[in-house]
């Protein structure tokens, strides 16, 4: 979350937490001085985050003058507000109000930046003159100003407030930067404040409270993980040339005594090994959804449960995404959860499970056969290198029903970050974060590095930008390099140096124009491969990483950095054409994907759960919504 929470220090005593009944859990962050802070907080967030989005219009408070443009109505194509070029004007914080649907005044400071964001000052909340700290109160009395349906809007309440609990605890063991800066990539995971855009990103919709202590990231909980065998009728494998068959895979991430053990408890029960294939699995699916879903198979014995491998692992951002602590080079492993958080079921669809390693043999090579993306930019793409896919013997036999329901049971197995001595990563997100005291993680590392914040920041960009630009431009093909799935290198002196992508199978998309460089894709990862059209494909890039990052990053340069914003963007323009003039014979292509274009397609994420899709049930994964457009500030 962009916005500086307040600092601990400054808060009156916490007055001691009541005795818990024997028997019941109750979470010790739950403070009434530590929930108003991060409700206050989140209450700024979800403001901004409408605002941008249009689901609200707030209006200039009376008589601050022409220097706070009033947006433009819902459905419309967006406000000016900018200079020439669609550079944001760094205008100073203006007063805005919103009238609710009871007729009480909502009040509040906010500044404008790039694509016409909003950053709502949360000390400045007030409703009809007095502090305002609640965004559930919030939505219960904006319900019609935000067009929500009665469904809708219960089960925005609970999201809501287990994203607060979630930010509650957060709160209650948060380190300040100099600290964070010393962890290393699979501690620092642990202290994220979840996705910058979405207001409900910690909902964990299906989690208790329990599992929620147990299994979120913030948790940093290190577990070991239960594995099963699943018979061949139901079970699929998939392995780059490398690990081609499962014993290969086994070979590497079981040692000898363990998969011994597991085939022997196979003949106990009288069962072949060699037809069985084993994968991990997350105890919270096993006991919510696999065991009342798969018990036929399980009483059958084509599901075998066996016991833990004894490597420890600790849960990522991603929840369902495990590191391995106890030997770091063996894989990180992805496993289906049914669990809703942000916009989708975090299960693992059957046919980009399937088809994720012949994904990562093509988009690697890539890589390896160009120069400039193997040599120069040394990209690192951890690749999803094997695969089982576990069928649902009635579920995936109906195209109708919701599709949480066929992506109930699998596994993924991902290359682990491997880099030389010296360098160092953290994932894109992590720059976003600001500490107890409103310390910019970002800060602490600019401070570090001994280069003055311009100088740094054009090394983030060279870091980041030549990659990402270089795979759309030759290859037509981009990724979603939003802050989780972007990991910055670093070098000894805090210095960003190279890109590292992973969950690149999911979000990997081509152009619909066909380009020469695709007549080299086989044939199964062309079947399942997403398409878009050229100018579309770059609001990947767009919103993954200019709106879904730099939109926040951007303001805490200037605030602790003191770097403008629209110094912020020139950079990041400057970037992009400096790799374009590298590479004038694709200025065809450079055209084609036009990354300067004066407007683009505002997405609205949060739209998607308020508005579009809400919580129903449906048969295909949702998309974000598309809501008018913003001025691009790289014009």
């Known amino acids: 979350m ?295 198979a399980i009483a059958s014995g084509a599901i075998v449960p066996l016991p833990t491998d004894g490597d420890v692992r600790l849960p990522q951002q991603s929840v369902r995404t495990f590191l391995n602590l106890s030997r770091p080079d063996r894989f990180t492993v992805k496993l289906p959860l049914s669990v809703l958080n942000t916009l989708v079921w975090r299960g693992l669809p059957t046919e980009r499970t399937l088809a994720a390693p012949a994904l990562t043999a093509w988009v690697q090579s890539l890589c390896e056969t160009d120069p400039f993306l193997r040599d120069e930019c040394r990209l690192i793409l951890l690749g999803e290198v094997a695969s089982v896919t576990v069928r649902h013997p009635l579920y995936d036999r109906l195209p109708e029903v919701p599709y949480q329901y066929k992506e109930l049971l699998g596994a993924i197995w991902r290359e682990p970050l491997r880099l030389p001595p010296g360098e160092r990563a953290r994932t894109l997100a992590a720059l976003l974060h600001t500490d107890p005291a409103g310390r910019a993680f970002v800060a602490e590392l600019v401070a570090r590095s001994g280069l003055a914040p311009r100088a740094w920041l054009r090394r983030l960009f060279a870091a980041l930008l030549p990659p990402l630009l270089h795979c759309l431009y030759r290859y037509g093909a981009v990724f979603s390099p939003h802050g989780e799935n972007a990991i910055v290198v670093y070098d000894e002196q805090d210095v960003p140096v190279r890109l590292a992508i992973k969950d690149f199978v999911d979000d990997v998309n081509v152009s619909a124009v066909p380009l020469p460089e695709h007549d080299t894709m086989p044939d199964d990862v062309r079947a399942v491969l997403l398409t878009e059209e050229p100018d579309f494909l770059t609001q990947f890039i767009h919103s993954g990483l200019f709106v879904g990052v730099f939109r926040y990053l951007a303001p805490l340069f200037e605030e602790q950095l003191h770097v403008p914003e629209r110094d912020f963007w020139d950079l ?64």
């Open 2 to 296: 962009s916005t500086s929470p307040a600092p601990h220090d400054s808060a009156p005593p916490t007055p001691p937490t009541p005795p818990t009944p024997p028997g019941l859990f109750c979470p010790p962050e739950l403070t009434p001085e530590r929930w108003n802070r991060v409700a206050s907080r989140l209450f700024a967030k979800a403001l901004a985050e409408f605002a941008y989005e249009e689901i609200v219009v707030p209006r200039p408070a009376p008589d601050t003058g022409p220097a706070a443009p009033v947006p433009a109505a819902p459905g419309g194509a967006g406000s000016g507000g900018t200079e020439p070029g669609g550079a944001p004007s760094g205008a100073a914080p203006a007063p805005y109000t919103l009238t609710l649907d009871d007729g009480a005044t909502l009040a509040f400071t906010a500044r404008r930046g790039a694509y016409r964001g909003w950053r709502v000052d949360p000390d400045s909340l007030t409703l009809d003159g007095r502090p305002a700290t609640d965004p559930l109160d919030f939505l219960v009395r904006a319900r019609r100003l935000l067009g929500l349906d009665g469904a809708t809007l219960g089960h925005l309440i609970r999201e809501l407030t287990t994203t607060l609990a979630a930010d509650a605890r957060l709160d209650h063991t948060a380190l300040p930067a100099a600290r964070l800066a010393e962890l290393g990539y699979a501690e620092l995971e642990g202290h994220q404040t979840g996705h910058p855009w979405i207001v409900l990103n910690k909902g964990r919709v299906g989690f208790a409270g329990t599992d929620a202590a147990r299994w979120a990231p913030e948790a940093r909980r290190p577990t070991p993980l239960p594995w099963i065998a699943v018979s061949t009728r139901l079970a699929a494998y998939r392995g780059v040339p490398a690990l081609a068959t499962p014993g290969r895979l086994y070979a590497r991430e079981l040692g000898r005594e363990v998969r011994e053990r597991y085939r022997a408890a196979l003949r106990a029960r009288g069962l072949d090994p060699d037809a069985y294939l084993l994968l991990p699995v997350h105890p919270w699916q096993w006991d919510e959804t696999l065991l009342p879903l798969y018990a036929p």
């Open 572 to 635: 990041l323009r400057a970037e992009i054409l400096r790799h374009q003039g590298r590479f004038p014979e694709l200025k065809e292509r450079f055209e084609l994907f036009d990354l300067l274009t004066p407007r683009i397609d505002r997405l609205c994420l949060n739209r998607n759960r308020l508005h579009l899709d809400g919580y129903r049930d449906r048969p295909e994964r949702p998309h974000a919504a598309v809501h008018g457009t913003v001025p691009n500030p790289l014009a």
